[in-house]
């Protein structure tokens, strides 16, 4: 037997939660991470603004974007709000289009901004309108990209305002070009409501996700600056009976198919000389007239009312999108057809090799699902799968059916 149950590569939600659950569950684990940090995409960098004499304040900034908790579970929610408290932060980005603002997401503040109409029924007729208009020109057809099928879902003033530039910054490809599978549905929101989720529970942990993480890893034991396939621990059979692994699954296996792609993002990040920069955590910039997709002003996450005033400065972050080069963060998987085909062909070589995915359990602790395999893929970069925060947590939470 080895000196630990599990090696896990990758300290991000799902490396994290799986350790803190095993950790429970009388299992002994051992985490990498090939970052000088833990968490991952969640991590904060605490920016130190002197406030006065006796004291500063820390505004924590959000290193690798904007991450909003969010769920419906509250199983997830209380689970979360055990290791850390959470805020009462509500996302309610701002569109700016050529120096105009409007309300995120679509919704009746959006319609009066946009067209002066002040009823559900006058900003329905309108929509309804414009996507007859859409529809009629495609000829009995099917959207055949992501700009006809937008156009399909919203109309033109809607999506040339608030979509298609924003979009093509994004993805660094015209909408013309992206397939129309990307939205499959745009919300409209009949409300004066701009609470940009549906979900019951949202917010940031008090103190920021470092807490989160540190609380999740407080008994487990860590090593950063540790890249797996470069270090000792790729015999991870020397020191640990199976292997959880959360890198990306191309990597894995040497890029033999070929690599697969992502789109990435970069910051660039500054002290402002002023308490309220913007007014609100995130404006999105919707024309290519400026070359970010948006701005983060960090403060906004965890400072409400007078607090926003006592800190004299404020940190911003302009956040660019680019295609992902060696030496980034790869961010979010590219499912056109190319991609998704060479994701399946890495998923029957892990299945070959006797590697199974998080689906393929229900449960952790039963010898038999594991049907004789010792490694196991999940996350983001392992499934080459988009995730939100709380969907990852859930999943490791019914793995080890924490609830029994």
Known sequence: MGKYDYLIVGSGLFGATFAYCAHISGKRCFVIDKRPHLGVNIYFSPTIIPTSEVRDTVINVHKYGAHIFHT??????????????????????????????????????????????????EAKAKIEEQKA??????????????????????????FYTLIKE???????????ELPAFIIKRLPVRMVFDNNYFNDRYQGIPIGGYNKLIEGLFEEIETKTDVDFFQSEYKDWQK??????????????????????????????????NSPNYQGNAVVNYTSHEKPYTRVIEHKHFEMFGQDIYECPKTVVSEE???????????YYPVNDD???????????????????????????????EWKGASVLFGGR????????????????????????
């Open 72 to 121: 419906n579970n509250k199983k997830v929610w209380d689970f979360v709000n055990s290791i850390v408290e959470f805020n009462r932060y509500t996302n309610s980005p701002i569109a700016n289009y050529k120096g105009k603002l409007y309300n995120l997401p679509f919704n009746m503040n959006t319609f009066h901004q946009m067209w002066g109409v002040n009823t559900p029924e």
């Open 133 to 158: 208009e859409a529809v009629a020109a495609l000829n009995g057809r099917e959207p055949q990209n992501l700009e006809e099928q937008a156009l399909c879902l919203v109309g033109k003033d809607i």
């Open 166 to 176: 924003y979009t093509e910054k994004q993805w660094g490809r015209k909408c013309t």
């Open 239 to 272: 020191i640990a009976d199976r292997l959880v692994f959360t890198g990306a699954i191309d990597e894995y296996f040497d890029f033999c198919f070929g690599k697969l792609d992502w789109r990435t993002v970069s910051f660039k990040t500054r002290i402002e």
């Open 320 to 330: 660019y999108s680019t295609e992902y080069k060696p030496g980034m963060e790869p």
């Open 338 to 368: 190319r991609n998704n085909l060479l994701v399946e062909r890495y998923r029957e070589l892990a299945h070959q090799e006797g590697i199974i995915f998080p689906e393929e359990l229900t449960y952790m602790s039963k010898e038999a």
């Open 381 to 404: 970069l392992a499934e080459y799968k988009y995730y939100d925060m709380a969907p990852i947590i859930e999943k490791v939470l019914t793995l080890w059916r924490t609830d029994d």
